[in-house]
């Protein structure tokens, strides 16, 4: 367990949960949830004495989802601050079972679920979607994990839960204001290879039931690393002009920069008769230079080839918990600035403009959810949540665009039975509205067992059906949008464990999950027109996605301030397109989807010692394919690979401020890899990191 942290598992039946957090610990709380149990455990800093503490209660509404109703996996703060430079998609690379596909640091970064494809992926940032109403996905590089206070992984049929469309699944993400009274700051400086600066901010004050946190973050990087290009061949002559010996050539990741700002203001006031005002903003501001392939051998003097995108999110809330009821109400907006730009030198003072793209993106939301709570064994839930979008796109090279405006609404029902302290039954149903067609109902149903009290050994199972729609550009993009589009849809079933164990100092965790999920009308683009110049959407694919997810974790509180802390996940995942294209040639029937491994796996693991931590990640991908029809050649597939970083931290603490020191090493063998097709990786690199808390009066 980590220096200043204090658990407290403090959970009434009636589900209102409470908060307990130490006064003189420097580290944030984490809640634990524990059905009926209000013990308390501190860690406090060396020589601090535990028995004068001061243990202050405040309280958190909200309805509890119960820990047998699908698979959910939950990271904390100290997941997410683990180095505090990564975005959340490398987050998600160690700490999940998800597939994280990313092109680097700073570049497109996407996530998806048990086979499924990143379009298949829900995110919510306080209970708004965010992904792009365009082309369905999340860019997780442009959400840093220093912004995120928790994230919950619902995975297949548990994302009914939250949201329709999430046929892999979904992510949840929160953020929200600091628990104490008074004011606290941080800030952080890293410093890294590549000419790389970060900077992270975080401001925080609180009085009586009002609190406000302020977060910044900035990051820069020329991001011109060397690396090995094996997709190239040099030749070495003898005097003869004979070839004697070939060689993979050194080169330069030419055009990488990036530059990305955020801020995140985060409001509430709380009143004693359990009301809750919040307020949320959060604004993206990006540059981006996209970098040459691999495979690109043209010899092009000065070009631009970037990207701008500003977003500006706020979530409005206000919820009440009384007794035997919750209620929920929440609005928001966002709109996104989106530019494209590709040119090169034609010489003479005259630029080629192959693509000027522009799209500006407009989301209107409101949400409102109630719980009644009946007997101690009767939950009913309500949600009814509303979207509005609207799209303006054009491309100034074909002129050609599209303006576009959509509403969704869908309407969510929950009953949950536990008629003994053992067995929980829950049933569920969504009915769905995209624009003016109206889904079929969408039902769900969980039930889970107690088996082992004494291990917390739970088994658990689910079935559901659910439906996503398609996205703007599915619909409307020219040249190739295809109006006339139907839902993918599919039923998903899942059966698993899961059990904790505490002895006096050691903890065993584990959980897995057997899964199945058949999808059809699995949207694909295809080449068309007269000369397939380009490429329109249709539902060709069934798809049929199953497997396994395995994860385990270890804890060892040795003494001395001695501990050891190990997390490990391991998916099987083969996801066969059953049916293929039906087109002349077409090999893809029967083979695994594109860029979806068979197998992932990862580690994280961590030695503290006092004020001393060593934290140690890995990960690892199968081959994914980048042809439907599975070749395994150099430009038919992505080679399998590891990664190893080594994170090494050391906390000092005086009397007018904390200090934090940490040096972090990624890719630690070095080694040549891609994680896209033809996308160079950087080799081992540093970045040191500078952290600063004072202590005010």
Same mark, same amino acid.
Request: charged residues 20%; proline residues 4%.
């Given at each position: 367990?980590?220096?200043?942290?204090?658990?407290?598992?403090?959970?009434?039946?009636?589900?209102?949960?409470?908060?307990?957090?130490?006064?003189?610990?420097?580290?944030? =709380?984490?809640?634990?949830?524990?059905?009926?149990?209000?013990?308390?455990?501190?860690?406090?800093?060396?020589?601090?004495?535990?028995?004068?503490?001061?243990?202050?209660?405040?309280?958190?509404?909200?309805?509890?989802?119960?820990?047998?109703?699908?698979?959910?996996?939950?990271?904390?703060?100290?997941?997410?601050?683990?180095?505090?430079?990564?975005?959340?998609?490398?987050?998600?690379?160690?700490?999940?079972?998800?597939?994280?596909?990313?092109?680097?640091?700073?570049?497109?970064?996407?996530?998806?679920?048990?086979?499924?494809?990143?379009?298949?992926?829900?995110?919510?940032?306080?209970?708004?979607?965010?992904?792009?109403?365009?082309?369905?996905?999340?860019?997780?590089?442009?959400?840093?994990?220093?912004?995120?206070?928790?994230?919950?992984?619902?995975?297949?049929?548990?994302?009914?839960?939250?949201?329709?469309?999430?046929?892999?699944? =979904?992510?949840?993400?929160?953020?929200?204001?600091?628990?104490?009274?008074?004011?606290?700051?941080?800030?952080?400086?890293?410093?890294?290879?590549?000419?790389?600066?970060?900077?992270?901010?975080?401001?925080?004050?609180?009085?009586?039931?009002?609190?406000?946190?302020?977060?910044?973050?900035?990051?820069?990087?020329?991001?011109?690393?060397?690396?090995?290009?094996?997709?190239?061949?040099?030749?070495?002559?003898?005097?003869?002009?004979?070839?004697?010996?070939?060689?993979?050539?050194?080169?330069?990741?030419?055009?990488?920069?990036?530059?990305?700002?955020?801020?995140?203001?985060?409001?509430?006031?709380?009143?004693?008769?359990?009301?809750?005002?919040?307020?949320?903003?959060?604004?993206?501001?990006?540059?981006?230079?996209?970098?040459?392939?691999?495979?690109?051998?043209?010899?092009?003097?000065?070009?631009?080839?970037?990207?701008?995108?500003?977003?500006?999110?706020?979530?409005?809330?206000?919820?009440?918990?009384?007794?035997?009821?919750?209620?929920?109400?929440?609005?928001?907006?966002?709109?996104?600035?989106?530019?494209?730009?590709?040119?090169?030198?034609?010489?003479?003072?005259?630029?080629?403009?192959?693509?000027?793209?522009?799209?500006?993106?407009?989301?209107?939301?409101?949400?409102?959810?109630?719980?009644?709570?009946?007997?101690?064994?009767?939950?009913?839930?309500?949600?009814?949540?509303?979207?509005?979008?609207?799209?303006?796109?054009?491309?100034?090279?074909?002129?050609?665009?599209?303006?576009?405006?959509?509403?969704?609404?869908?309407?969510?029902?929950?009953?949950?039975?536990?008629?003994?302290?053992?067995?929980?039954?829950?049933?569920?149903?969504?009915?769905?509205?995209?624009?003016?067609?109206?889904?079929?109902?969408?039902?769900?149903?969980?039930?889970?067992?107690?088996?082992?009290?004494?291990?917390?050994?739970?088994?658990?199972?689910?079935?559901?059906?659910?439906?996503?729609?398609?996205?703007?550009?599915?619909?409307?993009?020219?040249?190739?949008?295809?109006?006339?589009?139907?839902?993918?849809?599919?039923?998903?079933?899942?059966?698993?464990?899961?059990?904790?164990?505490?002895?006096?100092?050691?903890?065993?965790?584990?959980?897995?999950?057997?899964?199945?999920?058949?999808?059809?009308?699995?949207?694909?683009?295809?080449?068309?027109?007269?000369?397939?110049?380009?490429?329109?959407?249709?539902?060709?694919?069934?798809?049929?996605?199953?497997?396994?997810?395995?994860?385990?974790?270890?804890?060892?509180?040795?003494?001395?301030?001695?501990?050891?802390?190990?997390?490990? +996940?391991?998916?099987?995942?083969?996801?066969?397109?059953?049916?293929?294209?039906?087109?002349?040639?077409?090999?893809?029937?029967?083979?695994?989807?594109?860029?979806?491994?068979?197998?992932?796996?990862?580690?994280?693991?961590?030695?503290?010692?006092?004020?001393?931590?060593?934290?140690?990640?890995?990960?690892?991908?199968?081959?994914?394919?980048?042809?439907?029809?599975?070749?395994?050649?150099?430009?038919?597939?992505?080679?399998?690979?590891?990664?190893?970083?080594?994170?090494?931290?050391?906390?000092?603490?005086?009397?007018?401020?904390?200090?934090?020191?940490?040096?972090?090493?990624?890719?630690?063998?070095?080694?040549?890899?891609?994680?896209?097709?033809?996308?160079?990786?950087?080799?081992? +690199?540093?970045?040191?990191?500078?952290?600063?808390?004072?202590?005010?009066?």
């Amino acid at each position: 367990m980590s220096r200043g942290l204090l658990l407290v598992p403090v959970t009434g039946r009636d589900g209102m949960r409470g908060l307990l957090y130490c006064m003189r610990c420097i580290a944030a =709380a984490v809640l634990v949830l524990q059905e009926g149990a209000a013990l308390c455990r501190t860690y406090c800093l060396p020589g601090t004495d535990s028995s004068s503490t001061q243990i202050v209660a405040a309280s958190v509404y909200g309805y509890r989802t119960a820990a047998w109703k699908g698979v959910r996996t939950s990271l904390d703060s100290l997941s997410l601050k683990e180095n505090i430079s990564m975005s959340l998609a490398d987050v998600l690379a160690y700490n999940s079972s998800l597939f994280v596909k990313q092109s680097g640091r700073a570049a497109f970064s996407t996530v998806s679920f048990r086979g499924t494809s990143p379009s298949h992926t829900q995110v919510l940032w306080n209970g708004m979607k965010i992904n792009s109403p365009m082309p369905g996905m999340a860019d997780f590089s442009l959400i840093p994990s220093f912004l995120t206070d928790r994230a919950d992984l619902l995975h297949g049929g548990s994302a009914l839960q939250e949201v329709s469309g999430g046929l892999g699944g =979904a992510v949840l993400l929160y953020t929200g204001t600091g628990a104490a009274d008074g004011f606290s700051t941080q800030f952080v400086q890293g410093i890294g290879s590549f000419l790389t600066v970060d900077d992270f901010l975080r401001m925080d004050y609180g009085s009586g039931g009002f609190s406000v946190s302020l977060r910044a973050v900035f990051s820069y990087s020329p991001n011109r690393f060397r690396y090995v290009n094996t997709k190239k061949n040099e030749n070495v002559y003898d005097d003869d002009m004979n070839i004697i010996s070939t060689f993979h050539p050194e080169e330069y990741n030419e055009n990488g920069k990036y530059r990305d700002g955020h801020l995140l203001l985060d409001a509430s006031y709380r009143t004693a008769s359990g009301d809750r005002l919040g307020l949320s903003v959060w604004y993206t501001g990006s540059y981006r230079q996209l970098p040459k392939l691999m495979v690109d051998y043209s010899d092009v003097g000065d070009f631009v080839n970037d990207q701008d995108e500003n977003t500006l999110r706020a979530v409005a809330s206000y919820s009440r918990s009384s007794g035997m009821a919750d209620i929920s109400v929440s609005a928001g907006y966002a709109n996104t600035l989106f530019r494209y730009d590709h040119a090169f030198d034609a010489g003479n003072g005259h630029w080629s403009q192959m693509t000027g793209a522009s799209a500006r993106t407009d989301t209107f939301f409101l949400r409102g959810g109630a719980v009644w709570r009946f007997s101690g064994r009767w939950a009913l839930r309500t949600d009814v949540s509303a979207y509005l979008y609207n799209v303006h796109s054009s491309e100034a090279v074909s002129r050609q665009g599209y303006d576009a405006a959509r509403p969704d609404a869908g309407v969510y029902v929950s009953l949950d039975w536990k008629p003994s302290g053992r067995l929980g039954l829950s049933l569920s149903m969504r009915e769905e509205l995209a624009g003016r067609v109206l889904s079929l109902p969408v039902p769900a149903f969980n039930a889970g067992f107690l088996l082992w009290r004494d291990a917390g050994l739970h088994v658990k199972a689910s079935v559901s059906r659910n439906y996503r729609y398609p996205t703007l550009n599915d619909m409307y993009f020219l040249p190739g949008g295809n109006p006339e589009l139907k839902p993918e849809s599919g039923f998903s079933y899942d059966a698993g464990y899961s059990f904790s164990k505490t002895w006096d100092n050691v903890s065993l965790s584990g959980e897995g999950t057997w899964f199945d999920s058949r999808i059809n009308g699995w949207i694909l683009w295809l080449p068309y027109g007269t000369g397939k110049n380009y490429y329109t959407p249709v539902n060709l694919q069934a798809v049929h996605a199953y497997g396994v997810e395995q994860k385990a974790g270890f804890s060892l509180d040795a003494g001395r301030g001695l501990s050891v802390d190990i997390d490990g +996940n391991y998916t099987w995942s083969p996801s066969i397109n059953v049916s293929g294209t039906g087109r002349k040639g077409d090999t893809s029937a029967g083979k695994q989807l594109v860029y979806v491994p068979v197998h992932s796996a990862s580690l994280v693991a961590a030695l503290t010692f006092r004020s001393w931590t060593l934290l140690y990640k890995w990960c690892w991908y199968s081959r994914r394919y980048v042809m439907s029809s599975n070749e395994s050649g150099p430009s038919g597939s992505v080679p399998p690979y590891f990664m190893n970083d080594v994170t090494v931290s050391k906390g000092l603490e005086f009397r007018r401020a904390g200090i934090s020191l940490s040096l972090a090493v990624r890719n630690l063998f070095n080694e040549s890899y891609e994680t896209v097709l033809s996308r160079p990786m950087p080799g081992i +690199n540093f970045e040191f990191f500078l952290g600063i808390t004072p202590k005010w009066k």
